[in-house]
């Protein structure tokens, strides 16, 4: 069975840093590009990163960049999400999801992806 797994989230206070996990099984990561979403209560469910199936390239929200990092390791079929410098602003559940192709292309659309994980809360506040 498919599954994506995210990890990491929890509460830090703002300038704070997490590292967020999605682990896959039932499948290999190696051929997919893998996006990360947020939902902010009382918001739509927003594009933040994606990285294609080699990792060669990485694509980064607005709000994000520059304090964001996405990386993947295929062999352990785990993608990450490396987020510094947190705001009160980036308070959201985040997701993670496999896209249907190996490239980022239109990542930030919620209908390229087929598996989604259940999320994980991340709450950043003093």
């Known amino acids: ?7 990491g989230g929890g509460l830090v206070q703002p300038g704070g840093s997490l590292r967020l996990s999605c682990a896959a ?8 590009a893998i996006g990360w979403f947020r939902q902010a209560p009382g918001k739509e469910r927003e594009g933040v990163s ?24 295929n062999a352990k079929n785990t993608v990450y999400l490396q987020m510094n410098s947190l705001k009160p602003e980036d308070t959201a559940i985040y997701y993670c999801a496999k896209l249907r192709e190996f490239h980022c292309s239109g990542y930030y659309d919620r209908d390229r992806y087929d598996y989604w994980g259940q999320g994980t809360q991340v709450t950043v506040s003093s």
């Open 25 to 32: 099984s039932g499948f290999t990561l190696d051929y997919y």
């Open 50 to 73: 994606c990285i294609s199936s080699s990792g060669g390239v990485t694509k980064y929200a607005d709000s994000v960049k520059g304090r964001f990092t996405i990386s993947r390791d």
């Open 1 to 7: 069975q498919l599954q994506l797994v995210e990890s």
